[in-house]
């Protein structure tokens, strides 16, 4: 029965992609206030939702958010294989730079960043600066 709630819960979640407070919960699954409550914490443990606060109110969101990849492009660089994508969810877009390995027939990312397109430029200055940056002596 709690595994039922609960998938429900998360499944109301990611309907309603701008999350949704527990009073909406409440109103859509007909689960008591309470068990809600109790099951959002455990979700939250399991890292399968997150909070956003709005002045007083607590939105709860799914962290299953749904993102649409707009554009790809792949950098090969030695054994390492750079993916850089032009992302897109309900909060607008952003470019993702990763680094990914296929391991038997799977792809695994080993680490990512997220940079805003508005800050896409000061981003590759910064990458630029680095680069050009003499050693600093190790004390």
Request: charged share 30%; hydrophobic share 35%.
């Amino acid at each position: 029965m709690a595994d039922d709630s609960r998938a429900l819960i998360l499944g109301k979640l990611k309907e309603n992609l701008r999350g949704m407070t527990i009073s909406q919960l409440v109103d859509a699954t007909g689960i008591s206030r309470e068990t809600i409550t109790k099951h959002l914490l455990a979700l939250g443990y399991e890292n399968e939702v997150y909070t956003v606060r709005y002045g007083n109110a607590e939105v709860f969101c799914s962290n299953h958010r749904k993102v649409r990849d707009k554009d790809t492009i792949k950098v090969s660089i030695g054994n390492r294989t750079i993916f850089v994508n032009r992302l897109e969810n309900e909060f607008g877009e952003f470019i993702k730079v990763s680094e990914t390995r296929k391991i038997g027939e799977k792809w695994e990312t080993k680490g990512s960043i997220l940079v805003p397109p508005e800050g896409l430029k000061e981003f590759i200055n910064a990458l630029k600066e680095i680069q050009e940056r003499p050693e600093k002596l190790q004390n």
